[in-house]
């Protein structure tokens, strides 16, 4: 089925570090949303993002949805080890007449202490 | 903030047995819930959608008569996996969103072992 462009797959890194990754696709989206997943649970929503051009934050996040509404970015300030996880963009919208939500493939974050 | 309750968490079970998941919305009416299969090291695969009172819609290639989805409430929807086989252990997971553009939110998962 369809996928985002998620990159990077992986990041391995020292703790303090800041985090940027980011999905793009040759679909619009009207909704963009930024999920974290720990092993062995469901995704945790993080933040979502409703308009063109739109920057985010929450706590350390930040996320940006793009002006050509079909990519997003997130970067993670100051990482601690708490952050080690899977993160997923995902968009949301109309996929063959249908609402849905079109995943990434997913970075693996892991944090050197 | 919006909260999704999955039941149960993990099932081991014989082949042949069917499994029921539950997903419960439970501070917010849930206009449209989703089910959701994820394989070790993979992204999430959409399943089904299903809207309270009406039918779900399946994805390409899953069948409708082995993976039941019953949506008889704003705050509760079931799946059923019938006379389940090996090949069908695996990790599903179920979200439920509100009207208009709100997120979809998720459950914590069901990990489905069938032996």
């Known amino acids: 089925g369809q996928q985002l462009n998620q990159s990077p797959q992986s990041m391995f890194i020292q703790e303090g570090e800041d985090v940027s990754m980011n999905c793009t696709s040759s679909s619009i989206f009207n909704t963009w949303l930024w999920y974290k997943q720990d092993p062995g649970e469901g995704p945790v929503l993080l933040i979502a993002l409703y308009k063109a051009g739109e920057l985010t934050s929450n706590g350390r996040l930040t996320a940006q949805f793009g002006i050509t509404r079909k990519d997003s970015f997130l970067n993670i300030s100051a990482s601690i080890p708490s952050d080690v996880g899977i993160y997923f963009c995902?968009?949301?919208?109309?996929?063959?007449?249908?609402?849905?939500?079109?995943f990434g493939q997913g970075t693996r974050l892991t944090i050197n202490p | 903030g919006a909260v999704v309750s999955q039941h149960p968490s993990r099932v081991i079970c014989k082949s042949g047995t069917s499994v029921k998941i539950e997903c419960r919305s439970l501070d917010f009416q849930a206009t449209t819930m989703f089910w959701y299969r994820q394989f070790p090291k993979q992204s999430l695969m959409l399943m089904a959608t299903s809207n309270e009172g009406s039918k779900a819609t399946y994805e390409q290639g899953v069948e409708k008569d082995k993976f039941l989805i019953n949506h008889a409430s704003l705050t509760l929807s079931t799946l059923t996996v019938t006379s389940a086989h090996p090949e069908d252990s695996s990790f599903y997971i179920c979200s439920a969103r509100g009207g208009g553009w709100q997120p979809q939110h998720f459950g914590d998962g069901t990990r489905l072992s069938i032996l």
């Open positions: 995902a968009g949301q919208g109309r996929v063959q007449g249908a609402q849905k939500l079109v």
